[in-house]
C-alpha cells in the first residue's frame, strides 16, 4: 500500500513518455505553410504559430489556479484540494493529448498545435468538475484512475459530438460541464456513505478559506470568455463568443446576488452563491456562444442561469444528498450540471427560432444525451 | 425592506436587456471592412476583431481581482467588500456600455467593440474607487443607486473631457481616478457620522488580511501599463503608454518605500503604504501616459506620486476625518485622487515645456476641473 | 542609522533618473521601420511594437506576483518578503534596463523596446531567486545593495555567455536560475550565524501561508512557457519552446509527487515539494526549450528535475545547514540550482546527441561555468 501511488504515478509518466515517443510530433514549418490560409505572406506566417497563445494562457489561468482556488473553501481540504488538483491536471493534459490526438488522426503520429494543448486543458477541466463532486472522499490513487478513465470517456464524448453528430458546442457547456458533473455525481452515488447524509464538522467554510476561494471565482470569471471562444474560428465568430460571455456573466452576477438574498435570511448574500452561482452565466453561454447574433440574448441566457444556479444550491443539493444519496461537495450540479444543460438546450431552442432545422437540432439534443449518457455510464463504471 | 434589494436588482437587469435590445448591435464584417484601416488585407481584418484583446482581459483583471482584493485588508469587510466589488462591477458594466454608447451615437443604435468592453470597464472603476472611501458605511441598496448615478455622471464628464474640450486623458487620471476620488469623497463627507471619528475596532487590519490585499495591489501594479494604454493610439504612443507606465510605477515605488520608513516609528514601512502608495505612479501617469517622450519623465512623475501618497496617508487622511468630517475607508484620496490630479496638472506642465500651446492647455485645465466639479456634485446629489 | 534606509533608497532612484536622462530613448519610427522586417507593409509595422507585450505581462505576472507570493509560505515573514520582493523588484528592473543597456551598446545611448523590458524583469528574477536564500536574515539596506550588485555582476555573466561565448540559453536555466541559487547560497553563507542550526520557530508555515505560498507556485507554473520562450526567435523556435514548456512542467508535478510520497512517512505529500519542486521542470528545459525537437523529450527533461528537486529538499537542504553552514530559507539550491544546473548539462548532451559539435558543447559548459562561478564570487563579495 505505502508504494501504491508512487509507483502508479512514476508508472504513468512513464507510459506518458512512451505514448508521446510514439505518435507526438511538432509542426514543421512545411506543415504550417500547407494550412489553407498559405496565401499570407511569410512574415504573417511566423506569428501564426501563436495566435492562440494569448487565449491558450487565459484557459491555462482558468484551469490551474481558478479551479484549483475555488476549492479551497472548505477549512480542511483547501491545500489538498489545490494538490491534488494541480495533480490531476498536470497528468490530465498529457493524457488528454494523447486520447483526443490519436482520436482525431485515426491512430497516426499527429502533431501538437497550441490548440491541441487548449484542447488538453479543456479535457483536464472536466476531472476537475467531477472532482469537486467527490472532493474529501476520495485518494490521490483514486484520482490518478478517474483522470484517466474519465478523459478516454471525454474524449470518445467529444469525438461523438464533433464528428459524429456534427453538434456544435464551441464553449462546451455540453461536453465539459455537464459531462464533468455528471461524471462527478455519478462516482459520488456510488461513493455515499450514510454518514454524510448528517455532515461533517469540517465541512464547513471559515472566513479566510472563503477569501481564497474568490481568488478562484474571479480569475474563472474575468477569464471565461476566452474559455468559451479559445477554439471558435477566428474573426467574428471568435469576437462574438467573447462578448456575449462577458455580458452573460454581467447578467447571471445581477440575478444571482437578486436570488440570494430574496432566498437567505435577512437578505443576506450566501457566500456559496456568490463563489459559484455568479459563474452559471459563463456555463450556459458555453454552446451558443458564436451563434447568438445579439448580446441582449447572452443577457437574458446568463440571468436565467444565474436563477436556477442559486435555487439548485438552495434545494437541489440538500435533495441530492438526503434522497438521492448522492453527496455533492462543492455543488457542481448547480454551478457546472445544470447551466451545462440550459446551455445545450439553448441551443435547440435557438436553432429552433433562427432557422428551424430539424435535423440540427436534434443533433444537438443528440450531443446533449450523449454528454449526459457517457457522462453518467462512464461514472458509475470509474467509482467502483 | 425585505424584498427591496432583491427586486432593485432583478427590475435593473430587465432594464438593461431591454435596453441592450433596444440600442446594442454586434458589428458585421462589413462595418468591420468599413473602417480607416480597410486597405489591409482580408487575412488580417479577421485579426482586427481581437487586436485589443489582450490588453483588455488585462484591465478586466485589475477592475474584479486588482479592485476586489485590494478592499480586502479589513479584517471584518473582506468578504463584503469583494462581493460588492462584484456586484458594482457586473451592474455597471452593462449600464456602462450603455451610457457611453448612447452618448457618442447620439441616441442612435450602435455597435459594440472590444473598445467599448474597455471603456465600461474603466467606467465601473470609477465607481469601485468611489466605493472604496464609504465601504462599510453603505448597503448593497444603496450601491446599485450609486453605481446607476455614478456612472451617468461619468459618462457625461467623459463626453465633455473627450468631445466637447478635446482634451487628452489616455489613461483617464482626471475622467477615471480624480473623478472617482472625489465622487466617493462627496458621498462620505453627506455619509459622515461622528462616531467615526473615534475610529472603529472593525477598522483594523490583521496579517492575513493585509496578504489579501497584496493580491490586489499586485495586480493592478502589474497590469497598469496595459490600463493606461488600453485605448491609446496603436502603434508608437500605446507603445510608450506602456513603458512610461512601468518606469513611472517602479520609480514610486521606490520613492514610497523611503516616506514610508522615514515617516513611521523605527523606520518601519507601514503596510498600507505599500499596498496602495506604490501603485500612485500608475495613476499620476495617466495623462500623460502617451505623450511623455522619454521614459525620465516618467521616473520624475512617478516618484513625486510616491511622495505625495504616502504624505497624504500620513497627515491628510486624519486631516480629513477629524477636521473635514469626511471619513476615507481606504484612503482613495491618497492613492486616486492626489496623484490623478498630479496627473491633471503634469500634462499642462508638460504642454507648456513641449509646445507652450495656451489653448491646449486650457483644455486640459478644463477637463481636470470638469472631473472634479461633476465628481463633487455628483456625490453630493448621489449621496442622500 | 534611522535615516540610511530612506536616503538610500532616494538616492538610488534619484540616481536611476539621472542615468535613464543620460542613456535611454524611446524608439522613432524611424528606427522601426529600419529594422530587418522592414519590407512589411506600415499596417503591420505598427503592431511590431506591441508584439510581444502578451509575453511581457505573463513574465511581469511571475516576477511580481509568482516570485513575491511563493516566499509567503514562511508564517512571520510572509507580508515583509512580498513587501522587499516588490522593492527589488521595482529597483531591479531600472537598474537592470540601465546595466544590460549600456553593456550592449558599449557605453551609447539605447533604444527601449518590450525587449528590455523583458530582460530587465529577467535580471530581476535573479535577485529574487538568491532573496529566497536569505529570506529572514538580512535588512532592506543590504536587500538595496544586493540588487545593485547582484544586477551588476548578472549583466556581466549574460554578456561573457551570451556576445563572448555565443552560447545558448533561451530559458536562462543557467544565467537566472543557477546564477541566482548560487549567488544567494554564497551570501547565504557569509550570513550564516550557528543558532540557524537549530532552527526557528518562526521558520514554519501555518495553513494559510501554505495556501499563499500556492498563489505563487500556480501563477509561475501557468506562465512559464512564457518565460522560456519569451526571447526566443519568432516562429517555431518560439512555439517549440512553449509547448517543450508546458509538457516538462507537467511531467515534473507527477513525479514530484511521486517522490514525495515515497519520501514522506506514511506516503502523505509534502507541501515545500508541492509548492516547489512541481515548477522544477520548468527551470532545467530553459536552456533546450527551443532545441528540443520532440515533446517526450521535455518530458524527460521534466521528470528528471521533478526527482532531483525532491531528493534535494528532501536531503541537501538538511545537509547544507548543518554541515555547509549554509541556511536556504526557501531552498533555492532545489528548485532553481540544481535543475539550472541540469538545464545546462542537457543542452551539452542534446548537442553531442543532434550534432555532436563539441565547439557548441564546449561554449554550453564555459556559460554554464561562468554562471556558477560569477555568481559564487559575486555573492561572497556582497555578503558582507
Same mark, same amino acid.
Given at each position: 500500500?505505502r508504494?501504491?501511488?508512487p509507483?502508479?504515478?512514476?508508472g ?5 513518455i +512512451?505514448?508521446f ?5 511538432y ?14 505572406? $511569410?512574415?504573417? @506566417?511566423? @506569428?501564426?504559430?501563436?495566435?492562440l497563445? $494569448?487565449?491558450?494562457? @487565459?484557459v ?14 472548505l ?20 493524457w ?10 485515426? =491512430?497516426?503520429k499527429?502533431?501538437?498545435?497550441i490548440?491541441?494543448?487548449i484542447?488538453?486543458?479543456f479535457? #483536464?477541466?472536466?476531472?476537475l468538475?467531477s ?6 472522499k ?9 483522470t484517466?478513465?474519465?478523459?478516454? *470517456?471525454?474524449? +470518445?464524448?467529444?469525438?461523438?459530438v464533433?464528428?459524429v453528430?456534427g453538434?456544435?458546442?464551441?464553449g462546451a ?7 464533468g458533473a455528471?461524471?462527478?455525481l ?19 467554510s ?13 480569475f474563472?470569471? *474575468?477569464f471565461?470568455?476566452?474559455?468559451n471562444?479559445?477554439?471558435a @474560428? ?5 469576437y462574438?463568443a467573447?462578448?456575449?460571455?462577458y ?7 445581477v440575478?444571482?446576488?437578486?436570488c440570494?438574498s430574496?432566498?437567505?435570511?435577512r ?13 452559471? =452565466? ?5 454552446t451558443t ?6 448580446p ?8 436565467i442561469a444565474? +436563477? ?8 437541489? #443539493?440538500?435533495?441530492f444528498?438526503t434522497?438521492?444519496?448522492?453527496h455533492?461537495?462543492?455543488g457542481?450540479?448547480n ?9 445545450g ?17 436534434a443533433m444537438?439534443a443528440a450531443a ?12 458509475? +463504471?470509474?467509482?467502483?
Amino acid at each position: 500500500m505505502r508504494f501504491t501511488f508512487p509507483l502508479m504515478a512514476i508508472g504513468l509518466e512513464v507510459a506518458m513518455i +512512451v505514448l508521446f515517443g510514439l505518435f507526438v510530433q511538432y509542426e514543421t514549418d512545411q506543415n504550417v505553410s500547407q494550412q489553407p490560409n498559405s496565401t499570407k505572406s $511569410p512574415t504573417v @506566417d511566423v @506569428d501564426r504559430y501563436l495566435d492562440l497563445y $494569448p487565449l491558450f494562457q @487565459d484557459v491555462h489561468v482558468m484551469v490551474f489556479a481558478g479551479f484549483g482556488f475555488l476549492m479551497t473553501f472548505l477549512r480542511k481540504y483547501g491545500f489538498s484540494s489545490m494538490g491534488i488538483n494541480l495533480l490531476i491536471a498536470a497528468l490530465g493534459l498529457q493524457w488528454g493529448t494523447i486520447a483526443q490526438g490519436i482520436l482525431q488522426s485515426h =491512430g497516426e503520429k499527429f502533431h501538437i498545435e497550441i490548440k491541441n494543448m487548449i484542447n488538453a486543458d479543456f479535457s #483536464t477541466a472536466a476531472v476537475l468538475i467531477s472532482f469537486g463532486a467527490v472532493l474529501g472522499k476520495t485518494s490521490p490513487i483514486q484520482m490518478l484512475t478517474m483522470t484517466i478513465l474519465e478523459i478516454a *470517456v471525454f474524449a +470518445v464524448n467529444e469525438y461523438l459530438v464533433v464528428e459524429v453528430f456534427g453538434a456544435s458546442d464551441i464553449g462546451a457547456s455540453m461536453t465539459i460541464h455537464a459531462f464533468g458533473a455528471y461524471f462527478g455525481l455519478a462516482v459520488a452515488g456510488i461513493l455515499y456513505r450514510s454518514s454524510l447524509k448528517e455532515g461533517h464538522r469540517n465541512e464547513e467554510s471559515v472566513y479566510h478559506s472563503d477569501l481564497f476561494a474568490m481568488i478562484g471565482t474571479l480569475f474563472l470569471w *474575468v477569464f471565461w470568455p476566452s474559455f468559451n471562444s479559445a477554439i471558435a @474560428d477566428a474573426g467574428k465568430n471568435q469576437y462574438m463568443a467573447i462578448v456575449n460571455t462577458y455580458f452573460s456573466l454581467a447578467a447571471s452576477v445581477v440575478t444571482a446576488y437578486a436570488c440570494s438574498s430574496l432566498l437567505e435570511s435577512r437578505g443576506k448574500l450566501h457566500m456559496v452563491h456568490i463563489q459559484n452561482a455568479t459563474l452559471a =452565466g459563463g456555463v450556459a453561454m458555453g454552446t451558443t456562444a458564436d451563434m447568438a447574433n445579439t448580446p441582449y440574448y447572452a443577457m437574458i441566457i446568463g440571468s436565467i442561469a444565474g +436563477v436556477v444556479s442559486v435555487f439548485g444550491f438552495k434545494f437541489l #443539493t440538500p435533495f441530492f444528498t438526503t434522497k438521492l444519496r448522492i453527496h455533492d461537495t462543492c455543488g457542481v450540479h448547480n454551478l457546472h450540471g445544470l447551466p451545462g444543460v440550459i446551455g445545450g438546450l439553448a441551443s435547440i431552442v435557438f436553432i429552433a427560432l433562427e432557422t428551424a432545422d430539424t435535423s440540427a437540432m436534434a443533433m444537438q439534443a443528440a450531443a446533449l444525451g450523449s454528454s449526459i449518457g457517457t457522462a453518467l455510464v462512464g461514472g458509475l +463504471v470509474t467509482g467502483p
